[in-house]
């Protein structure tokens, strides 16, 4: 079968990725605007601690490793939303 007699099978292949993308289009959106507000999440904690420390309420050895986990898990959640966006 040559790539012409083909056309028609291809467009509707098309097609139908194109359907399912955006049928799927409104579940992305959700996804992404939660993932954005668990980012903001993140990093008002993080601030917090980082305030905390600031002002000498909190030593180092207690908000250093809850600073990083907290550094770990934004730039996890903004990998995801980048994924997100560019599905």
Same mark, same amino acid.
Not at 26 to 38: F, M, Q, S
Not at 57 to 63: F, G, I, L
């Given at each position: 079968?040559?790539?012409?007699?083909?056309?028609?099978? #291809?467009? &509707?292949?098309?097609?139908? @990725?194109?359907?399912?993308?955006?049928?799927?289009?409104?579940?992305?959106?959700?996804?992404?605007? @939660?993932? *954005?507000?668990? #980012?903001?999440?993140?990093?008002?904690?993080?601030?917090?601690?980082? &305030?905390?420390?600031?002002? *000498?309420?909190?030593?180092?050895?207690?908000?250093?490793?809850?600073?990083?986990?907290? *550094?770990?898990?934004?730039?996890?959640?903004?990998?995801?939303?980048?994924?997100?966006?560019?599905?």
């Amino acid at each position: 079968m040559s790539v012409l007699e083909q056309e028609p099978l #291809i467009r &509707d292949a098309v097609e139908q @990725a194109f359907a399912s993308l955006e049928a799927d289009r409104p579940r992305r959106e959700t996804d992404l605007a @939660a993932v *954005g507000h668990e #980012i903001r999440q993140t990093q008002a904690a993080l601030n917090r601690y980082l &305030d905390a420390f600031e002002k *000498g309420t909190m030593p180092e050895a207690v908000c250093a490793p809850r600073v990083e986990e907290l *550094g770990t898990k934004v730039e996890a959640q903004k990998a995801r939303r980048e994924e997100l966006a560019s599905a």
